[in-house]
């Protein structure tokens, strides 16, 4: 069982940066690929990034590539997004959520665990 608790969320202007956290439980959390989707209002969840267990590779969508950063530190079982640049369609609520998975999952049908969320809003 991993538990999923994400911070960081706010209210930023557009090109601001801000760096969301999602902190885990468990003593597993090394052995899980880490993912971050976000979800708008009237829209589905969609994929935003993703990093393998050991952190060695990353994948990212095409709207926040160059923009976003997604990174762990498996010692404080903590996977972080790094958002600079934003803009006003980053708006969205922020998950992150748990594959036990040696490969880069970008569905959420094969992520196993989720966290309630984070709202970031970028005003223009």
């Known amino acids: 069982q991993v538990q999923l608790v994400e911070s960081g969320g706010g209210l930023v202007q557009a090109g601001g940066s801000l760096r969301l956290s999602c902190a885990a439980s468990?003593?597993?959390?090394?052995?899980?690929?880490m993912g971050w989707f976000r979800q708008a209002p009237g829209n589905e969840r969609a994929f935003v990034a993703a990093?393998?267990?050991?952190?060695?590779?990353?994948y990212y969508a095409e709207s926040v590539k160059g923009r976003f950063t997604i990174s762990r530190d498996n010692a404080k079982n903590t996977v972080y997004l790094q958002m600079n640049s934003l803009k006003s369609e980053d708006t969205a609520v922020y998950y992150c959520?748990?594959?036990?998975?040696?490969?880069?999952?970008?569905?959420?049908?094969?992520?196993?665990?989720w966290g309630q969320g984070t709202q970031v809003t970028v005003s223009t």
């Open positions: 959520a748990a594959a036990r998975t040696q490969l880069i999952p970008i569905s959420t049908k094969f992520y196993d665990y």
């Open positions: 468990g003593r597993t959390f090394s052995s899980y690929a």
């Open positions: 990093i393998t267990w050991s952190g060695g590779s990353t």
